[in-house]
């Protein structure tokens, strides 16, 4: 009878002690699933971030060459001008009988 009686004390305790092994582990199974889901959602606003670094830096490129455009069109503007005030020169002395 005795031995029933411890066996059924060892039992109990053993029961417990599992309980409590359980409850461990669903708490941490918990806090890596929290943990999981920060960890996506730090993901995905990172990957909006980047979209908008990358679209940031498309519209940077495009400004950079319409400066270049602006610039090159000045320049062929100034090369215009440099020559139409080359033949008003020209122009000039041919009247002056040059």
Do not use: P, W, Y
């Not at 400066?67 to 440099?82: C, W």
């Amino acid at each position: 009878m005795d031995e029933v009686r411890r066996l059924e004390d060892r039992t109990v305790s053993s029961t417990k002690e599992i309980r409590i092994l359980v409850e461990e582990i669903h708490k941490e199974t918990v806090l890596a699933v929290e943990s999981i889901e920060r960890g996506k959602t730090e993901a995905e606003v990172s990957e909006n971030i980047s979209h908008q670094v990358d679209a940031s830096l498309a519209n940077i490129v495009r400004s950079i060459e319409q400066i270049g455009d602006v610039m090159t069109d000045r320049n062929r503007s100034d090369e215009q001008a440099a020559t139409s005030s080359t033949i008003a020169s020209n122009l000039e002395e041919i009247i002056r009988g040059g």
